[in-house]
């Protein structure tokens, strides 16, 4: 299977596409071990797809389908200690990418030495709202077995 068609409705590089299903900077990681038959695509958001200076942007999207045909669409934004600017940077993403995805929508803000998450929790609210996205803060790294396992999130 390709990429999703929606991709290139996003206007996103070829090269900026992989088939790999983890990400990793510095101290923070990001891993879905895929099932036999889930299909996952990354996109390296920062500085490939969207090169801007402006810094609102997460670091990846990734998109699956799994074997269950259940399509998830997350942003995950590998981040040192900062939760308020990943939660701004998620936005920004949100407001690019419009309704040109598919699936449930997720995001996953992985924080090498995070603080403040507690305090953040109105925003968080007012971005399920707004967006429909659930986002979801971890400390180092999130590893998950499979796309299907991410349905209960």
Known sequence: ??????????????DCITKKSSAKEQQSSFAIQ???NDQI?????DGCWLQDKDGRKVDYLFWGQSQTHWQVT???ELKGRDYGSALQQIEATLLR???HYEGA?????ILSKGTGVPLRQREVERLRKVYKIRVYPHTIRFE???LD?????
């Open 41 to 45: 695509w990354r996109v390296k958001v």
């Open 34 to 36: 895929p099932a036999p």
């Open 144 to 146: 998950c077995k499979h």
């Open 105 to 109: 929508l997720q995001a996953h803000v």
């Open 74 to 76: 997350l942003l995950v």
């Open 149 to 153: 396992a991410l349905k209960s999130k």
């Open 1 to 14: 299977m390709d990429y999703p068609s929606w991709f290139d409705k996003l206007k996103i590089p070829s």
């Open 97 to 99: 990418l419009g309704q």
